[in-house]
């Protein structure tokens, strides 16, 4: 979305730096805030031909996804076809959790990721923590 074809950012030209604040401001900030649930952040991604390529081949990601709406069951499945044909490199942290069936082991795993990407991009002064889906689902269980 901020990448121009043979436009490189100096960041000590006005003009330039005008330019990004505009682009971000009126292209990339709305497009952003129109994402509000994971299936929002699906069908971004979905109309992203350049990039949907790459984020529809990674089962970890896919796994993680179908984790976060609630089905283990798919997030499983995903994992282990990955895993078997060799898309997928390396077995996932929180794959005992998911074979276990462990929501709320799922569940802390989720946040803690989510914490430190948030405190990764210094954004904790603007972070608002919301359910994930899969809580949501355990509320209305009980």
């Not at 299936?39 to 976060?68: G, K, M, Q, W």
């Not at 997030?75 to 005992?96: E, F, H, M, N, T």
Request: net charge negative; hydrophobic share 45%; glycine share 4%.
């Amino acid at each position: 979305m901020l990448y121009i074809p043979g436009r490189l950012w100096d960041t000590r030209d006005a003009e330039s730096l005008q330019l990004l604040r505009d682009m971000i401001e009126f292209e990339a900030l709305p497009e952003l805030r129109a994402i509000n649930t994971i299936d929002d952040f699906v069908a971004h991604r979905s109309n992203d031909p350049e990039n949907s390529r790459y984020f529809f081949a990674d089962p970890d990601l896919l796994a993680t996804i179908a984790i976060v709406k609630g089905d283990l069951d798919k997030a499983a499945s995903i994992l282990d076809a990955g895993l078997a044909s060799g898309k997928q490199d390396c077995v996932p942290k929180y794959y005992p959790l998911l074979l276990a069936r462990d929501r709320q082991g799922l569940l802390d795993f989720l946040r803690k990721q989510q914490l430190n990407s948030i405190a990764a991009l210094k954004l904790e002064s603007y972070f608002e923590p919301a359910p994930f889906p899969i809580e949501l689902q355990g509320a209305t269980a009980r």
